[in-house]
């Protein structure tokens, strides 16, 4: 008999599944918490993100925009993205994805949240100065790009 993907990951989840789910919702819980703490200022000219950082950054005036890319994009993309690994629904709106890549939605969602992770950490290194999370923060991004190409994840989601 053979397992459907949603009954193989529910039975057995593989280390690198559990890994990458981990790791979506501390950057989704991280990120969300960064994100509402740079839009609502919670951090102006303070540790968090100085007014002064601004100056060397090109088209952004504040930190709102930023704090919404990091809040939405990477906080809640991350949580609703561990929710499809965790949950495996089958949604209309992403049938043709899972076509497309032959995987459930949420591995290629994995797979453009670390792409898209390590542009923003790679942005941050440009623009920003040196911290020890950006080297932290980047290991997740590349962990979440690389980990779903893994033999065992892609088994786990793969659609049919």
Request: hydrophobic share 55%.
């Amino acid at each position: 008999m053979t397992l459907t993907a949603t009954e193989t990951v529910r039975a057995h989840r593989p280390l690198a599944v559990q890994i990458s789910e981990g790791l979506l919702i501390l950057l989704g819980v991280t990120a969300l918490a960064g994100g509402a703490a740079l839009v609502f200022g919670l951090g102006d000219g303070q540790l968090m993100a100085p007014a002064a950082w601004l100056e060397n950054i090109p088209l952004i005036h504040s930190w709102v925009a930023p704090g919404l890319v990091l809040g939405i994009g990477f906080g809640l993309g991350s949580l609703l993205v561990a929710y499809g690994m965790i949950r495996l629904p089958r949604w209309e709106w992403a049938a043709v994805i899972e076509r497309a890549t032959g995987h459930h939605w949420s591995w290629i969602g994995t797979i453009l949240i670390g792409a898209g992770h390590m542009v923003w950490i790679g942005l941050e290194l440009v623009y920003l100065p040196f911290s020890l999370l950006h080297p932290v923060y980047g290991a997740i991004g590349v962990a979440l790009l690389l980990l779903p190409f893994l033999p065992s994840v892609r088994k786990a989601f793969r659609i049919g």
